[in-house]
């Protein structure tokens, strides 16, 4: 028996948790740089190192800094890895000014679209798109996600008897973020890309109708190039890199200098790392949160109301002036819970890769657990609680 006599305050309640740590500290901690963050000052000097330095460039310069730095990365000697392979892994901080590129008629969609394309471009890979966050305050600042096709986290579940060729999968950590800033005419962008692996195999040619297309328009830049392919409808699923290389064969006599002054070299295939996947299972097709915040919720409470209980499951439940099918947040939560059943199985088999590309993907899930657990440490502390609480989250 705790004597009565004792205060809860000195209990921790309302101390913050890290976002990055995941330990609750003092509010000291979470104050540096005059100001106060949500990740602790320890887990900001332990990240900072691990950051590489920012680059600054036009966008139509992007493609030959993401192949020169794969070029540098092959060719050069590598550092071994704990497990005997070269980690041959790529990290790219890069500063885009759009100054020249914007006239007034994009949206921030438009602008991803653009950096995306030009990356493949230049490493040949296929970047998916994953999910985007806009700013409440800015509609035209929003920023965006994607993750390597090739990826094991963007692995799908093939029915049963198919025989539909699968695509090669590695855990390659493939990711990439950036910021666009409308206004500013400016974007932010990062790249991690842990194995620098073998490309998807393009199986394709371009049909004549988007060659004559080309050859009408050879006087273009790549961005504008493609714009123009896409709004006639021929560009259809071929990649940036198949376009710009037909564009240089058709452009090397006329337009020397605009080929030389766009020309990307095309990437040597870097070897592959073998890493033994074999016991890792398939990843289901998953809708990603967004790191930095979750959308406006409505009222959560501990228990349902009285008028829900009676509600036969299968009736369209109304709340405010939205309805919500109870039968289809039954069959999330189970989804949900046989995710986080598969998440304990990898950590017992310490598949640490495949855990951290979840971790990424969920940490606004992680961080709104976290907000929970807080509340409810709250509402315990209040002496003679006998009602549910209820969250208002923001």
């Given at each position: ?33 005059n ?11 332990e ?97 965006f ?5 090739q ?10 008897g ?7 999968r ?8 950036m ?36 050859d ?14 896409r ?9 940036p890199?198949?376009?710009h ?12 200098d605009?080929?030389?002054?766009f ?7 870097s070897?592959v ?5 074999e ?5 289901p097709?998953?809708t ?13 409470s ?15 439940s ?17 989804k ?15 598949n640490?890769?495949w ?40």
């Open positions: 028996m705790v004597p009565s006599d004792i205060s809860i305050l000195h209990y921790p309640f309302n101390m913050p948790v890290c976002t990055s740590c995941h330990q609750t500290k003092q509010d000291e901690a979470f104050f540096h740089k100001k106060k963050w949500k990740t602790c000052q320890n887990s900001v000097e990240e900072e190192p691990l950051r590489v330095s920012l680059r600054t460039v036009g966008l139509m310069e992007l493609s030959n800094l993401v192949a020169n730095e794969i070029r540098n990365i092959v060719h050069n000697p590598q550092p071994m890895g704990s497990d005997g392979n070269p980690q041959c892994s790529l990290n790219l901080r890069v500063a885009l000014n759009l100054t020249n590129m914007i006239t007034g008629n994009e949206n921030p969609k438009d602008i991803a679209r653009w950096i995306v394309e030009e990356i493949e471009r230049a490493d040949e890979y296929n970047w998916t798109y994953n999910c985007m966050n806009t700013s409440m305050r800015h509609k035209d600042v929003a920023k996600y994607y993750v390597c096709s990826s094991v986290v963007a692995m799908k579940e093939y029915k049963e198919s025989n539909r060729k699968r695509m090669e590695f855990p390659c950590q493939g990711k990439m973020q910021k666009i800033d409308m206004p500013a005419a400016e974007a932010m962008l990062e790249i991690h890309h842990g194995i620098l692996h073998n490309r998807p195999a393009v199986t394709s040619e371009i049909s004549e109708e988007c060659k004559k297309e080309i009408e328009n050879l006087h273009c830049n790549p961005i504008h190039l493609r714009q123009i392919l709004a006639k409808n021929v560009m259809k699923n071929y990649t890199r198949q376009i290389s037909y564009w240089e064969r058709a452009a090397g006599n006329k337009l020397p605009l080929v030389s002054q020309s990307v070299a095309q990437v040597i295939q070897p790392i073998t890493t033994n996947i016991n890792s299972f398939i990843i097709t998953m990603a949160i967004p790191y930095p915040s979750l959308p406006s919720m409505p009222i959560v501990s228990t349902p109301s009285p008028a829900l209980q009676k509600n036969n499951s299968k009736e369209l109304k709340v405010g002036n939205r309805q919500f099918n109870h039968d289809e947040f039954a069959e999330y939560v189970t949900m819970e046989q995710f986080a059943k598969r998440c304990r199985n990898q950590l017992d088999r310490q640490y890769i855990l951290d590309t979840v971790k990424i993907l969920t940490a606004g899930v992680i961080e709104m657990e976290n907000d929970i657990e807080e509340l409810e440490r709250q509402r315990a502390s209040e002496r003679g609680a006998t009602k549910p609480w209820t969250i208002h989250y923001k």
